[in-house]
């Protein structure tokens, strides 16, 4: 179960990081 929901984790970490690098947000505009 451990590995499972780490490996879960790191997929919807991965999955986050792609959409914000697809679609930059005001926020990302702002900081650089």
């Given amino acids: 179960m ?3 929901l780490g490996e879960e ?3 919807h970490e ?3 990081s ?3 690098d ?3 947000t005001p926020y990302d505009s ?3």
């Fill in 22 to 24: 697809a679609h930059p």
């Fill in 30 to 32: 702002i900081a650089s």
């Fill in 18 to 20: 792609k959409i914000v």
């Fill in 2 to 4: 451990r590995t499972e």
């Fill in 9 to 11: 984790k790191i997929w």
């Fill in 14 to 16: 991965k999955c986050i």
